[in-house]
C-alpha cells in the first residue's frame, strides 16, 4: 500500500499560489506535495517554472469529488463537462469498517495506471480521501479518471471528463417540396469556437456546400446556437443532417432528421377515402338494381298470366255460344 501522506484528515484546500509550482514538479517528474515542505530547487524547476506560471496562472480551478463506502454494490460516476483548458482536483472519499492500512489506492485513466507521486491520500477516522490534480490543456488528456480503493471487495469511483453535449430536434423535421426549413443546433451554456454542418450521404458525413447561397444560409443569433436555412426544398434534401462543434478540448455534434414530402403525400388519405366512398356508392346502386329487376320480373309474368286467361275467357265465350245459335235455328224451323 502507498504510505498515507500530508495531514491526518480532510483534503485541505490548496492555495491558489501552489497550482503553478505543483504543475512544474508534476512535468519536471520530481515526487512533490504540499505537505512535503518547500519545492525543490533546480535551475530546470525554475527555468520551466517563470513559463508554467505565465501560461497556467489564469486557468480556472475545477473540483469535484465522489463518496464510496465498503457497501457500495454500484459503479459511482459523475459526468464534468469542459470546455477550454482547466486545472483539475478530483477527490474520491472512502468509508470503511476495516484497517485502513489494508488498503491499496491507486489512479488510472482509462486502463492505464497514473504514477502515484501526482496524487495525494490522507486519513480522517474510518475514512480515506485520495486527491488527483492535474492540468488539461488538450484532448487527449480527456476522458474517464477512475479512483480504487482495493480492500477484500474493490470499490471505484470515476470522473468522465468531455466536451458539452448539442442539443437538436430528436423527431424527424417534417416539411413539403418547395417549402423552406430551418435546422436549429444549440450548446446549453457553452461557446463553441467554430461550427460546421453536415449531410449524410450514405454512411458518409459530406459538408454542406455553404457557398450555394440560392440554398442554404447558415447563421445564428448567440455564439452557442447555429442555424442552417435550406431553401426551395426537393425530396432529395431529405436524409441525415449533423451539426459539428469544435472547442479547445474536443469536438462534439448533433445529429437531426429531416422528411421532405411532396403535396401528394397528405392528400393520399383523403383520396383513399373517396375512393372507398365511390366503391360503396357504386356497390348500393348494383345492389338497387339489382332488386329492382327481381321486382320487375315477377309483375311481367303477372301480365302474362292475366292475358293469357283473357285470352282462354274469350275462346271459351265462342264456344259457348255455338250452341245456342244452333237451338234458335231449330226452335225456328
Same mark, same amino acid.
Given at each position: 500500500?502507498?504510505?498515507?501522506?500530508?495531514?491526518?484528515?480532510?483534503?485541505?484546500?490548496?492555495?491558489?499560489?501552489?497550482?503553478?509550482?505543483?504543475?512544474?514538479?508534476?512535468?519536471?517528474?520530481?515526487?512533490?506535495?504540499?505537505?512535503?515542505?518547500?519545492?525543490?530547487?533546480?535551475?530546470?524547476?525554475?527555468?520551466?517554472?517563470?513559463?508554467?506560471?505565465?501560461?497556467?496562472?489564469?486557468?480556472?480551478?475545477?473540483?469535484?469529488?465522489?463518496?464510496?463506502?465498503?457497501?457500495?454494490?454500484?459503479?459511482?460516476?459523475?459526468?464534468?463537462?469542459?470546455?477550454?483548458?482547466?486545472?483539475?482536483?478530483?477527490?474520491?472519499?472512502?468509508?470503511?469498517?476495516?484497517?485502513?492500512?489494508?488498503?491499496?489506492?491507486?489512479?488510472? !485513466?482509462?486502463? *492505464? %495506471?497514473?504514477?502515484?507521486?501526482?496524487? /495525494? +491520500?490522507?486519513?480522517? &477516522?474510518?475514512?480515506?480521501?485520495?486527491?488527483?490534480?492535474?492540468?488539461?490543456?488538450?484532448?487527449?488528456?480527456?476522458?474517464?479518471?477512475?479512483?480504487?480503493?482495493?480492500?477484500?471487495?474493490?470499490?471505484?469511483?470515476?470522473?468522465?471528463? !468531455?466536451?458539452? *453535449? %448539442?442539443?437538436?430536434?430528436?423527431?424527424? /423535421? +417534417?416539411?413539403?417540396? &418547395?417549402?423552406?426549413?430551418?435546422?436549429?443546433?444549440?450548446?446549453?451554456?457553452?461557446?463553441?469556437?467554430?461550427?460546421?454542418?453536415?449531410?449524410?450521404?450514405?454512411?458518409?458525413?459530406?459538408?454542406?456546400?455553404?457557398?450555394?447561397?440560392? !440554398?442554404?444560409?447558415?447563421?445564428?443569433?448567440?455564439?452557442?446556437?447555429?442555424?442552417?436555412?435550406?431553401?426551395?426544398?426537393?425530396?432529395?434534401?431529405?436524409?441525415?443532417?449533423?451539426?459539428?462543434?469544435?472547442?479547445?478540448?474536443?469536438?462534439?455534434?448533433?445529429?437531426?432528421?429531416?422528411?421532405?414530402?411532396?403535396?401528394?403525400?397528405?392528400? !393520399?388519405?383523403?383520396?383513399?377515402?373517396?375512393?372507398?366512398?365511390?366503391?360503396?356508392?357504386?356497390?348500393?346502386?348494383?345492389?338497387?338494381?339489382?332488386?329492382?329487376?327481381?321486382?320487375?320480373?315477377?309483375?311481367?309474368?303477372?301480365?302474362?298470366?292475366?292475358?293469357?286467361?283473357?285470352?282462354?275467357?274469350?275462346?271459351?265465350?265462342?264456344?259457348?255460344?255455338?250452341?245456342?245459335?244452333?237451338?234458335?235455328?231449330?226452335?225456328?224451323?
Amino acid at each position: 500500500m502507498r504510505a498515507l501522506t500530508g495531514l491526518r484528515g480532510p483534503l485541505a484546500p490548496r492555495a491558489p499560489s501552489a497550482w503553478p509550482l505543483l504543475l512544474v514538479c508534476l512535468i519536471a517528474g520530481t515526487p512533490w506535495s504540499l505537505a512535503d515542505g518547500d519545492p525543490p530547487d533546480s535551475a530546470f524547476t525554475n527555468l520551466v517554472g517563470e513559463e508554467m506560471m505565465t501560461k497556467y496562472s489564469n486557468l480556472s480551478l475545477e473540483t469535484h469529488s465522489i463518496s464510496l463506502t465498503d457497501k457500495s454494490s454500484m459503479l459511482v460516476e459523475k459526468n464534468i463537462t469542459l470546455e477550454k483548458p482547466s486545472n483539475m482536483e478530483l477527490t474520491c472519499q472512502f468509508t470503511t469498517s476495516g484497517d485502513l492500512n489494508s488498503i491499496n489506492i491507486t489512479w488510472r !485513466k482509462g486502463d *492505464e %495506471l497514473l504514477e502515484n507521486n501526482n496524487y /495525494l +491520500i490522507n486519513a480522517s &477516522g474510518n475514512t480515506l480521501y485520495t486527491q488527483y490534480t492535474f492540468t488539461i490543456i488538450n484532448s487527449k488528456q480527456m476522458g474517464s479518471y477512475s479512483c480504487f480503493f482495493e480492500e477484500e471487495k474493490e470499490q471505484k469511483g470515476t470522473f468522465n471528463i !468531455k466536451v458539452p *453535449e %448539442l442539443h437538436g430536434k430528436h423527431k424527424p /423535421l +417534417i416539411t413539403y417540396v &418547395g417549402d423552406s426549413t430551418v435546422l436549429v443546433c444549440k450548446c446549453e451554456h457553452c461557446f463553441p469556437t467554430n461550427w460546421t454542418w453536415y449531410r449524410s450521404n450514405g454512411s458518409v458525413q459530406v459538408p454542406v456546400d455553404v457557398y450555394m447561397n440560392d !440554398k442554404y444560409v447558415i447563421n445564428g443569433k448567440h455564439a452557442n446556437e447555429t442555424r442552417l436555412k435550406i431553401m426551395h426544398l426537393s425530396e432529395e434534401d431529405g436524409g441525415s443532417y449533423w451539426c459539428h462543434a469544435i472547442f479547445q478540448l474536443g469536438e462534439s455534434e448533433e445529429h437531426i432528421e429531416l422528411v421532405v414530402l411532396s403535396f401528394l403525400v397528405p392528400l !393520399k388519405p383523403f383520396l383513399a377515402i373517396i375512393a372507398e366512398v365511390i366503391l360503396l356508392v357504386a356497390f348500393i346502386l348494383l345492389c338497387e338494381m339489382y332488386t329492382q329487376k327481381k321486382k320487375k320480373h315477377p309483375e311481367e309474368g303477372k301480365e302474362f298470366e292475366q292475358i293469357e286467361q283473357l285470352k282462354s275467357d274469350d275462346s271459351n265465350g265462342i264456344e259457348n255460344n255455338a250452341p245456342r245459335h244452333r237451338k234458335t235455328e231449330s226452335g225456328n224451323q
